[in-house]
């Protein structure tokens, strides 16, 4: 299904999601937050994901390469990887 999305409708989606204004909330997250972005992601860009970090009070930031938007499947080695280790700091 994603592999069928065009560029243009992708990026229009992408916005919708931008113009919804949730960057104003991210300030109220007050627990834990690991932002995980692949380094070549056109859908949610890593401009997009360290602006999530910078409003996240206290977020860490992995840019994953040679990654897309599904690190977690692209590279699922180098996420799980990262993954665990925030999860073990949260211990």
């Known amino acids: 299904m994603i592999r069928r999305v065009t560029r243009e409708g992708n990026l229009g989606g992408a916005n919708v999601v931008m113009e919804m204004g949730y960057v104003?909330?991210?300030?109220?997250?007050n627990t834990p937050a690991l932002v995980i972005v692949g380094r070549e992601d056109v859908s949610k860009p890593v401009a997009e994901a360290q602006l999530?970090?910078?409003y996240v009070i206290?977020?860490?930031l992995c840019i994953i390469d040679?990654?897309?938007?599904l690190p977690n499947v692209e590279r699922s080695a180098e996420f799980n990887r990262v993954?665990?280790?925030f999860l073990s700091r949260l211990e």
């Open 58 to 60: 206290g977020a860490e």
């Open 52 to 54: 999530i970090h910078d």
């Open 24 to 29: 104003v909330q991210l300030g109220k997250i």
């Open 66 to 69: 040679e990654a897309t938007h």
């Open 83 to 85: 993954f665990k280790q």
